[in-house]
């Protein structure tokens, strides 16, 4: 861990060039230093690996960006649980977690591979082990849960201590209940990256008028 810690602060913290450009959009990744991996970004934070050090996902935060104390906080709250990462060390703006392995649901249905009941199963039982834990799940999303040889992983839990409401998860099911499974069953086949965008885009807009 410290030859790691050594290599993020010499390596990726000074190479890595990370934007936000809108506070609404998901920030923008600029610069990778080799050979370091770009895992995923999200509103926050980039993600990335080394190969070195595969089993360890870096979570960097980027200027301007809230959260990272929230998070630890998170992480202390759900301790060791097979559908979530863990945390193993906290920088001032970077942590350092349990990498996990799959594929989003978001990228599942943009390849065609199945999402399973079970993921589906996997997803609704760890949500209710975070609300036992005194969190309040939020902004879980196709892009923040993961299928891995079957069984769900939730991928982001840094909006976890948000106290409103959020029906992103139970909104999903019923899409995954009434159109997926139905669809899937008979023709499982890759739905293009610009109608997936499409429909998150206005499935935010229909939340903003909802709301």
Known sequence: MEKLLEMITEELLTHLVLESVNSEDPIEVRNVPKPWMLLGSGNYAAVLCHP????????????????????????????????????YHAGPDFLVIKRLRGVTFYDCMKRGIPITDQAIRDIDEALKYAISRGLHPHDVHAKN???????????????????????????????????????????????????????????????????
Do not use: N
Request: hydrophobic share 35%; net charge positive.
């Open 52 to 87: 070195q050090y595969d089993k360890y996902a870096v979570k960097i935060y980027a200027p301007g960006r809230p959260g990272l104390t929230e998070e630890v906080e998170v992480y202390r709250r759900l301790g060791a649980h097979p559908a979530y990462s863990e945390l």
């Open 145 to 211: 849960v993961m299928v891995e040889d079957g069984r769900g992983l939730i991928v982001d839990v840094s909006d976890f201590l948000k106290q409103e409401d959020c029906t992103m998860w139970d909104d999903f099911k019923k899409a995954y209940t009434r159109l997926y499974r139905p669809i899937s069953s008979l023709w499982l086949f890759p739905v293009p990256r610009s109608v997936l965008e499409a429909v998150r885009k206005g499935y935010r807009l229909w939340r903003r008028r909802k709301s």
